[in-house]
């Protein structure tokens, strides 16, 4: 089973035998200024027990900056996290996620995603462009 989001990319993470995590990102390519949504579902297929964990991620910038956030999760259930793209920090290009789970004493690296930034006033060009032939 997979979370059910309007994400566009989806990362699967096998932790053990009977866990795993599912990681969506909401948008693919967004503008500054617009907010970006994580998504994390974490899945116990034996469905003994519930299952507590620590999802940590860095959110890495072109210009070197990161910001970095922490949830705690529980089996079976959707989270999310959302973060305005700044345009102060980042106005185009890529963005890097770094996505590590703690569940049972130990540190997993579960996703390395990536997104891109587009510059809003390029989009308007590309739009003004559009209209120039109509």
């Given amino acids: 089973m997979t979370i059910e989001s309007k994400g566009e990319l989806i990362e699967v993470s096998q932790i053990n035998s009977n866990l795993s995590l599912d990681v969506q990102l909401e948008k693919k390519?967004?503008?500054?200024?617009?907010?970006?949504?994580i998504s994390f579902f974490l899945q116990?297929?034996?469905?003994?027990?519930?299952?507590?964990?620590?999802?940590e991620g860095n959110i890495i910038y072109l210009s070197g900056m990161a910001e970095s956030f922490s949830i705690n999760i529980t089996n079976n259930q959707l989270y999310n996290y959302s973060w305005i793209i700044n345009p102060k920090t980042q106005f185009y290009g890529t963005i890097l996620l770094d996505i590590y789970m703690t569940y049972n004493g130990s540190k997993t690296n579960v996703a390395n995603l990536s997104f891109s930034v587009e510059d809003e006033d390029d989009d308007n060009n590309k739009k003004n462009d559009r209209n120039k032939f109509k």
């Fill in 29 to 37: 390519i967004i503008n500054s200024n617009n907010k970006q949504t």
């Fill in 44 to 55: 116990d297929i034996s469905k003994n027990k519930t299952i507590d964990a620590k999802i």
